[in-house]
């Protein structure tokens, strides 16, 4: 697992590319982390506020390079951005030497390590600034065992119909509102952007296959003091691609219920578009069937995220869901998770 | 994928641990390559036959060193062995620099790899020796899609009810038992001993999660052009440790057929000796609703390994389950994969 500092003054980098689609990472820390968030780092929109390009943030200016960034005082800058592959833009890589010769340290979610590259690295020693690659497998090479089920606390996965539909989102909004009611509830990050929202956490699919479940169980037993812990998904259980990391997942995390998450509308894996999801009863069924291999677990409710869909069509489908699956289905943003967190409570009882 | 060069002049490093259960990589070597064994590297048993420890070796002599090792001409040395851990045992790190040193190749699974430790790393550049550590991740890094339906060939997955039950083993013979009927048949590794055996694979447990059944795939669409592969499979669909890299198997192959594995006698989890191994018939269930996700396959046969277990409760347990299960279940070794072939072929059609 990988522990950040508590970074309070953070520095978004988004080297043009500063969007809500185009650098998804910084926009979902400008949600989910707003108090600790001073500037975006973007020599493309220098000059204006964050707020005219994303909506939900904090106000924020847009700076163009880390003289301009000085005054705001970053104590870290954070590659906001999550591109396939996974390789650094190399406009980026002036602005994070800058930072580092500034003497401030650098979180990257990039498939390629920022600490390999030995100018990076030489900067980082030489100003005493650190660097920490989310990615990097964590040393930790445990095989799993089955020990979270020996937690106390509720332990809630959100699994999905496939990858980027929204299982990091219900899993952050069910922990606000889990907290709202006064519970100890923690958010477990198994993705970058969800690491660096949480401020610690493992990114999942960057472990070697071996140890993927028992990084899973470390997390889990990491929040073992919690009421209710929410695991941050992956993937999906049907995707050829992403199924394996799901079920290290499930089978790591051994949880009492799951959420299953669905973006509405779509039909086709949207790395696969060759291969149709399948309808979601099914994928319930084979959730329930894997997770109850190791311990009973059934999903006790929908989240359905309608970005970019008929809000007509969404609802909809929220519809047709409902009745079909007889479940709670809810767009945890717009209508906030109360009805999943009251499922969740129903069918789940302390571990005591 | 790993290929290793046409050796036919193995000589195979097991230095103090000779033994069917103690050097099992070497053991597998001896029974499914005897043709390409010259001899066996232990100072401990040096000047006997190989016979005399393992009674299925083809007639070759144990040597104490590489001196005397000299006159078999070996043109590759195996390790033999796989440790728990993996790391290289202190007596075996003289033989492997010392075979370097006479130029000779070495082929390791070893989690730890012997190309990073630098001593060794110079000896083989010096003498024009190569090493191919065989759990290093291969370069290739592919999101898995489902190709593997795409391939004209028969697609046989062994899957188990646990690590270490013969699976591989069972692979094989059916892979043997195949092409005594005139099948173009093949055996594709996933494991550092199958590897080794095949003289190509990959060790998907050492592959990073996201690109593990991408790394099937590969392999899958490698042997295209036979009328039937049989895919080595790994771990239980129900290990809590295993399954992750269970599940990129039956989704990387997209099997049209499996084989169950299972070794007789077994009631928990050798490595989670506090896990029951769930029923034979719930494993199966579990196995054909995961591979179903992405394509119908049916577990069409059980094989049963006797290994240790008193042969009467072996019979016993393999009328049960025969009963049980309405499957042929056999001891492939003992008994032939026959029966087993026979379900294979009424069960799959080639894909034209």
Same sequence: chains 1, 2.
Avoid at 236 to 262: E, K, N, Q, R, Y
Wanted: glycine share 10%.
């Amino acid at each position: 697992m990988h522990v950040l500092p508590p970074y309070r003054r953070i520095l978004l980098l988004t080297e043009g590319q500063l969007g809500a689609f185009t650098s998804k990472t910084a926009a979902a820390l400008l949600r989910y982390r707003p108090a600790d968030v001073v500037g975006v780092l973007d020599s493309h929109g220098a000059g204006s506020d964050v707020r005219a390009v994303i909506p939900w943030s904090p106000p924020v200016p847009i700076v163009a390079d880390m003289a301009a960034a000085g005054p705001l005082s970053p104590d870290a800058l954070f590659v906001g951005i999550a591109p396939p592959g996974g390789a650094l833009p190399g406009p980026m890589r002036q602005q994070i030497a800058d930072a580092l010769a500034a003497g401030v340290d650098v979180v990257s979610g990039l498939h390629q390590f920022l600490a390999d590259d030995a100018e990076l690295a030489a900067l980082a020693s030489r100003n005493r600034a650190r660097i920490f690659d989310l990615r990097r497998p964590p040393p930790e090479r445990t095989i799993a065992s089955a020990r979270a089920l020996s937690t106390r606390c509720r332990r809630v996965l959100t699994v999905g119909t496939d990858g980027n539909v929204g299982k990091m989102v219900a899993a952050l909004e069910l922990t606000g509102a889990a907290r709202r009611r006064g519970l100890r509830a923690e958010f477990l990050a198994t993705g970058q952007t969800g690491a660096m929202i949480a401020g610690r956490g493992v990114v999942i699919d960057a472990v070697v296959s071996d140890f993927a479940p028992g990084a899973v169980e470390e997390l889990v037993l990491s929040a073992a003091g919690a009421d209710v812990c929410f695991i941050e998904g992956q993937g999906s259980i049907a995707h050829p691609g992403f199924s394996a990391v799901t079920l290290a997942l499930v089978h790591g995390a051994c949880p009492d219920a799951m959420i299953l998450v669905h973006h509405a509308g779509r039909k086709c894996y949207s790395a696969a578009p060759h291969l149709r999801i399948p309808p979601l009863a099914e994928l319930q069924a084979a959730y329930e069937s894997a997770a109850s291999l190791l311990h009973p677990a059934r999903v006790v409710g929908v989240a359905l995220n309608p970005l970019g869909c008929d809000p007509k069509l969404a609802r909809a489908e929220a519809r047709l869901l409902a009745q079909e699956l007889r479940l709670p289905v809810c767009d945890p943003i717009a209508a906030g998770c109360d009805g999943l967190l009251d499922a969740i409570i129903a069918n789940t009882t302390d571990h005591d």
